[in-house]
Structure formats: C-alpha cells, structure tokens
C-alpha cells in the first residue's frame, strides 16, 4: 500500500495558482495526503518516505516564512560548538532543504538554460542528504504526516525542532517570498485568499502546526515559536542548546546572539539567499525584486493587510485554535 495518496487540487484553486505563479518551476499542483505541493513532488514523495535516518540526525521543520533560516543558524552554531568559521559555508550546503527539489522543476528549465549549473543539494536534494556525512542537519517545509516513516515511527533518536509564527506575519513573509523566488504575480488580497484558504504549498496551515504540536511532549521534539525568539531569543538560545545537549556560557551567549542579530543574518551571504536570488534574476527565471530577508518584525502582516482581512484572519484563526492551548 502506497504511503502517500495523491488527489487533485480544487479546480478553481488550481487555475488561481496556475494563473498567479509562474510556471517557469511548476507543470501544476496536487494534494499528498490533503497537503498542498507541486505535481513534481509525485516523483520524490516515496523517495522520502523511505528515506534511511540516523540517530544523529538534526531535523529542524516549519511551514514556510516562519523563522526557518534563523532557527537553522541557531541550532547549527549550537551544535557545532559556534564554529563561526565553518558557518561561513552556505546554509543550504551544510543544512540542505529536504524539498527544494520537489518543490522546483529544474528540469523544466534546464532544456532552455544550457548553461545553469545546479548544485546536488538543488538538482537532486534527497540524494545530497543521504551522502552527507553525520551529523546531518536537514531542513523541510513538509508537515508531521509527510516526514520519512523512520523519523514518524520514532525507531531512532533523531531530533525535530519546530518553529512556528502567527497566521498573518506568515502570509506577508510568505507573498514577499513567492514573489522573489516563486514566481508569484498577483497582489497582496489574492495572496491572503490563498493563504486563508489554505491553498498555497505545505497548506494547511494550523494543520502543519498542530502536527508537530501535538508531539511537543516528545523529548526528541522542540516546539518554538517566532515571537519567543524576538521576545527573548536569549532564553530560547538556552533552551535549544539544552535540547541538544550541548553547553553554552554567558560569553559565547552573547557572541551567538550577535550573530543571529537581524541586521547581522541579513547582511550575511552564508544565510541571507542572495546567492539564489542572483542566479535567479540572471537567468531570468524570476521577475520581482527585493531581499529574502525584509524586516523580521512582529505585527507586519495587520499593519498591511486590510482591515477586511484582518478580520478574516482573525476569525479563522480563532476557530481552527478554540480547542487548542497554544497560542501566538
């Protein structure tokens, strides 16, 4: 029996996306288990489902634009000792995206650009991990339901952090982001429909949370959330480090915390995208402009959304959290 069930995405859902993101990456969309994903996903879905983990392993997942880049630097600095000279190498070298490939068709592309080059980690980013040498660190968007069966089934002692933001400074990170390196052409309204429908890929999005909420009590799973990291990232530094077993004094706090500043992550080129964003644009594979990183405040999604929507999502909000004890 397969591990994944495939079905199709609403019709006018998809032409919406069809017609808003373009298709340069995608052939179109599909539901995996109710998720939202790529139709390219298809052919890389039972790849990670049978994916080998290791006890070692260092998995850190969210639903996208939640804090995902600044939670991989923290915890790799933290395990790694602050080896700032080694953080100097690439985050998506030394912490590669499990569903980059799946969730960009290169070889969609790759016919018109003979002279794009693609790393491992891009063309293939499932084999890049198997090859890594331990301990790995990975990154994945893809909720609790989707993980590989061995890190689902708990017969190792790998580790899981999850980062998690509040519905309406997810949307805004999350159009900025589909702008820059996902093609997306409309405007900030049709965006939010998407979003609150919970249409866009790795949807649904309290779905996504409540898996790995629901396991929080599991000791080989940290459950942390944005506005805790911008409120007192200092506590959370502790707390992680305390997760991976690993010790950290007030000093090198203080060293850690600067490296992880806003402005210092943001000028960073070992994190900071700019890199992909480059490629991107000098290929022309993407049209908008702007930076993977913006501003990483708390409260910019009310500030720009309309009060229409304000509404709307805090009414969605309320009704998918009535029963729930977690709160943003």
């Known amino acids: 029996m397969a591990d994944i069930t495939y079905t199709d995405v609403d019709s006018e859902v998809s032409d919406i996306l069809n017609k808003c993101f373009l298709t340069s990456f995608r052939n179109g969309y599909l539901k995996a288990n109710d998720v939202v994903l790529p139709v390219y996903f298809k052919k890389f879905g039972q790849r990670i489902q049978d994916m080998d983990i290791r006890d070692d392993d260092v998995w850190v997942c969210s639903y996208p634009k939640t804090g995902t880049t600044w939670t991989q630097e923290m915890v790799w600095c933290i395990a790694n000792d602050l080896d700032f000279e080694g953080a100097k190498q690439f985050l998506p070298e030394r912490f590669p995206f499990l569903d980059h490939t799946p969730l960009f068709d290169y070889e969609k592309v790759l016919p018109e650009k003979p002279d794009l080059k693609l790393p491992l980690y891009v063309s293939d980013s499932i084999e890049y991990i198997d090859k890594l040498e331990s301990p790995r660190f990975i990154k994945t968007h893809l909720p609790y339901k989707l993980l590989p069966k061995k890190l689902k089934d708990r017969s190792t002692k790998a580790k899981i952090l999850y980062v998690a933001r509040n ?15 996902e093609g997306y052409t409309g405007n900030f309204d049709d965006f939010c429909k998407l979003f609150v429908s919970d249409s866009l890929c790795f949807s649904p999005f309290f779905d996504h949370i409540f898996g790995y909420w629901d396991r929080r009590d599991d000791p080989h799973v940290l459950f942390l959330k944005y506005e805790d990291m911008k409120k007192d990232l200092r506590s959370v530094i502790r707390q992680t480090a305390r997760f991976l077993n690993k010790e950290i004094d007030d000093d090198q706090l203080l060293v850690l915390e600067d490296h992880l500043s806003f402005e210092s992550m943001k000028n960073n080129r070992a994190v900071n995208y700019e890199p992909v964003v480059e490629i991107n644009k000098t290929h022309n594979l993407i049209k908008a402009e702007g930076t993977f990183m913006r501003s990483g405040t708390v409260g910019g999604g009310k500030q720009k959304m309309s009060p229409e929507f304000v509404k709307i999502f805090d009414e969605w909000e309320e009704k998918c959290l009535v029963t729930s004890t977690l709160k943003f």
């Open 167 to 181: 519905a309406k400074d997810t949307c805004l990170s999350y159009f900025h982001h589909c702008c820059l390196l």
